[in-house]
């Protein structure tokens, strides 16, 4: 007969391990609602450790991108912990660089859903984890999960792992692999906010054009002008911040866009995904 788990009885383990109330609740039903037992199973699996540093700070770890083989497909993942020490263990960047492969054959909606999935040996990428965590003994935590399809995406992995962008175009071709590693990069070194303009969420653009205004009545210019140099400024703005009308990296004579037609008029950025530690 299976033992009914009550609301109070989650939150009181919850408060004397500080684990999450998912776990807390699971402990419970595999402990048939013994608290002892459910606080060593949270032990065993170091999610009570784990929570103890939940105030910890994060901020190393392994960035990680991948593509399916015929590059329709790619993800990238942010494996943080707390050191670099551990961040450069070969243990730990194969652990990232499994998350990233079951992430890409499964190609989940969120970061939730990638936690849900199964691991190996019987137990989820979020189990796996807090296991990691008692283990090591640093926080560990799975901090990004982006999905991108298309019709070709390049990757770019910088060489200390800490990060990775994806970007994809609109068409199949070997002939632009190199151009989709080189806008990559691109990405990488310059930090676009969008695609292009028509990309830009408008809240963003609401705020540039408020900057502008603010920056041109400090300037002492009259009221009436504000709005018409604040545009100016947005235009500035999404000259420099958006990734094809950005001065191309590798020749500033050119734009992104301009590059990328110089072989095929019709080659473009579909979209793309940047993630850094």
């Known amino acids: 007969m299976e033992v ?3 609301a109070a009885d989650i939150q009181k383990l919850r408060e004397i ?28 699996k170091g999610i009570a450790k784990a929570a103890k540093r939940e105030d910890r700070e994060a901020k190393e770890g392994v960035v990680v991108a991948i593509t399916t083989p015929d590059q329709t497909k790619g993800v990238i993942i942010a494996l943080n912990c707390e050191t670099d020490f551990v961040a450069r ?3 730990f960047i194969q652990m990232a660089n499994k998350m990233a492969n079951i992430a890409l054959e499964n190609f989940p909606e969120s970061l939730e859903a990638l936690l849900a999935l199964p691991y190996e040996g019987g137990i989820s990428i979020h189990e796996k984890i807090g296991e990691q965590t008692g283990i090591i003994g640093e926080k560990i935590e799975l901090s990004r999960f982006e999905p991108i399809s298309g019709a ?13 962008v994806l970007v994809a175009l609109n068409k199949n071709n070997s002939d632009f692999e190199q151009a989709g590693r080189d806008v ?5 070194a310059m930090g676009p906010v969008a695609v292009s ?3 830009v969420d408008p809240a963003i653009i609401e705020k540039e054009i408020e900057i502008g205004k603010e920056l041109a009545r400090n300037e002492g210019k009259a009221e009436e002008m504000l709005e018409k140099i604040a545009l100016g400024r947005l235009n500035k703005f999404f000259q420099e911040s958006t990734l094809l009308s950005q001065k191309f990296v590798k020749n500033n ?4 866009l301009q590059y990328l037609q110089s072989l095929d008029k019709e080659l473009t950025v579909t979209a793309f995904k940047h993630v850094a530690l």
């Open 197 to 199: 303009k028509d990309d």
């Open 17 to 44: 391990t500080g684990a999450g109330m998912m776990d807390c609740k699971k402990a419970l039903q595999e402990s048939n609602g013994d608290f002892e037992e459910a606080q060593d199973y949270l032990r065993k």
């Open 4 to 6: 009914k788990i009550s």
């Open 89 to 91: 263990n070969e243990n």
């Open 184 to 188: 990559a990069m691109q990405v990488a």
């Open 152 to 164: 070709q995406i390049l990757i770019y992995n910088h060489s200390n792992n800490k990060r990775s």
């Open 253 to 256: 004579d050119q734009t992104v």
